[in-house]
């Protein structure tokens, strides 16, 4: 009775969702799935691999050689070659078909022998088999995503495994980071500490979180832990927060995800639900949070009243898979997911196999994402959602660089717009110093300007601003005074800075004042680098004189922030 309601719910959601979404069914597949070991199996505290005692100090901690700064991490957002599974499998076979048809799937097999079940497995589901490649490596279990690879960029546009002690007694498991480095070219970094991927996410630029055991499995040094993500990821502002689902598991993706760099799925339950104080507290945690895209997180919800494991779903590239229960609130978790991520397909995956998806362990927390070494990055500050501008002009600028050798195909460096909803048109941008630029003119008081960056290298390799391009563009209400003399009118605070640009080899002190009507009040400044990590603020009256020789900054563009009473004025700068 269970798989006849399955197939009828299928067929109507079939029936009634979107074209961007699809349903993957599942059939019983008992001689591919996996005996799981324990998942409540934790890591003993003895031996080498025992955490940090919190009496440790930061100068007693291991030192690790990590990669040369700036760093980035990679984010499950962002651009993958494909994705990593074991074999036996902790997926069904239909969701293994499916992502082979679009990107890599590689899979994990302990001998020439299973490998060659494995692939008569795949061939009679009809598995893309010139997308999948075998790793020959024995493992404990099939969470590729708790002990697989996490990756960073680093300075010279490097890609690299960033290894980490997976928080639970499974050897093998621990083992592959290594091996898959190997497998995949890549030089491969020991972050030093304890940690697994499914308590794992970030922005992509500066930004992560996790679940509490991030400090607790490494001996509560909180200072050791947030210095090593820095160290090898990048992330110079990490949110680790009590669970609120309070589990035995203790992994954010039970219960939220990024989507983007300024957009957090958190799932929700009804009122009577015993987590739903804790719950609503992390939301709002989250909401009070600045994104690294200058604006505070926009906080999505997807409902859970009976503990759906909505959250802990899986996107590589341009798709969502999200676990399907048979439940009536599958259809409304799969329109959270499309209105929340324009642009993306939406696939909501079923599993009869003897290892369904559960409150604690679905998708997410079976397969893991390889990021792609090939890439382009455009960071750029998207304009604020409500801005004023003195003319009908609005410049969009940007710093462009590719992890490759290829050049930018000049013609294809483009910020493309429309102006309330007008067609889509767009502008060159053109170097200038450290930037690329482009005006876009013809705005007028109260229209919404839409816009994305779009750049194409000599090969075809595209990067896109934001990630998804046209269908999740970037908008801003925009506000033109109107004035009787041939004077502007002055915002309600303006920054102004002098010297700018302020060239390092013969400036010391930069001049931060405020002009306006709250301009002899307390107020506060913060600078941002382009990628939205905060390199300085401080509380500020009138003006301050600051000495920039003391940031160590490099040469590069730059944001200052100053804010009163709810009065936000924005100055960007050139340090050269």
């Known amino acids: 009775m269970k798989s006849i309601f399955l197939s009828i719910l299928i067929l109507i959601l079939s029936i009634s969702l979107p074209a961007n979404f699809m349903i993957i069914e599942s059939a019983a597949q008992p001689e591919h799935d996996a005996i799981p070991p324990d998942r409540n199996a934790v890591l003993s505290t003895d031996g080498n691999t025992s955490p940090l005692s919190p ?95 996490w990756f960073s960029y680093d300075e010279s546009g490097s890609l690299n495994v960033i290894n980490f002690t997976y928080n639970r007694p499974r050897p093998s498991d621990n083992a592959i980071n290594a091996i898959y480095a190997t497998f995949d070219s890549l030089p491969i970094y020991s972050l030093g500490i304890t940690h697994c991927g499914g308590n794992y996410m970030t922005d992509g630029i500066s930004i992560a979180a996790s679940s509490h055991i991030a400090y607790t499995e490494n001996g509560n040094n909180s200072t050791y832990v947030n210095q090593q993500m820095y160290n090898f990821l990048g992330i110079d502002e990490y949110h680790v927060v009590q669970d609120p689902n309070n589990t035995y598991i203790d992994h954010i993706d039970c219960w939220g995800k990024f989507l983007s760099p300024d957009t957090i799925l958190i799932r929700s339950v009804p009122t009577t639900h015993p987590r739903y104080q804790a719950l609503e507290a992390t939301a709002a945690y989250f909401s009070g949070q600045m994104s690294s895209w200058g ?132 502008e060159n941008m053109v170097l200038n110093n450290l930037e690329y630029t482009a005006s876009i003119s013809g705005i007028a008081d109260q229209d919404t300007l839409y816009y994305y960056i779009r750049v194409e290298d000599s090969v075809g390799l595209v990067g896109q601003h934001p990630y998804i391009g046209e269908a999740w563009a970037h908008w801003t209400v925009v506000t033109v005074p109107v004035s009787i003399s041939e004077e502007p009118i002055l915002p309600v605070l303006e920054l102004t800075v002098y010297p700018n640009p302020f060239y390092l080899n013969n ?4 001049r931060i004042e ?50 009163n009473k709810g009065n936000v004025s924005v100055r960007r700068i050139t340090i050269m």
């Open 507 to 510: 400036d010391s002190n930069m």
């Open 514 to 563: 405020v002009v306006g009507d709250n301009e002899n009040e307390i107020g506060h400044v913060s600078m941002y680098n382009i990628r939205g990590q905060k390199i300085f603020e401080e509380n500020m009256k009138d003006y301050i004189n600051l000495d920039i020789t003391r940031l160590n900054l490099s040469s590069g563009i730059y944001f200052l922030r100053y804010s």
């Open 55 to 149: 009496s440790e100090s930061e100068e007693e901690s291991p030192v690790f050689l990590n990669p040369p700064h700036p760093i980035r991490p990679h984010a499950e957002f962002g651009t993958s070659s494909g994705a990593l599974i074991r074999y036996p499998l902790g997926i069904p076979l239909e969701l293994v078909r499916v992502l082979s048809l679009e990107d890599r799937v590689v899979t994990i097999v302990a001998s020439n022998a299973v490998r060659t079940q494995a692939t008569t497995a795949f061939i009679n589901a009809n598995v893309n088999m010139d997308n999948v490649e075998f790793i020959i490596a024995s493992t404990d279990s099939f969470w590729t995503r708790d002990y697989g690879p």
């Open 295 to 426: 604006r505070s997180f926009n906080v999505v919800r997807v409902h859970t009243p009976e503990n759906q494991p909505y959250t802990n779903s899986f996107i590589i590239n341009d798709r969502v898979f999200v676990p399907q229960m048979g439940s009536t609130w599958d259809a409304p978790a799969l329109q959270t997911y499309a209105d929340a991520m324009p642009g993306y397909t939406i696939i909501g995956v079923m599993n009869n196999t003897n290892n369904p998806w559960v409150s604690t362990d679905a998708i997410h927390c079976r397969i893991k994402e390889l990021a792609e070494r090939d890439v382009i990055f455009i960071d750029h500050m998207p304009i604020a959602r409500e801005i004023t501008i003195l003319e009908d002009t609005l410049e969009i600028t940007a710093e462009i660089q590719s992890t490759t050798s290829n050049p930018f195909n000049p013609d294809e460096i483009k910020v493309f717009y429309k102006i309330n909803q007008g067609d889509y048109q767009f």
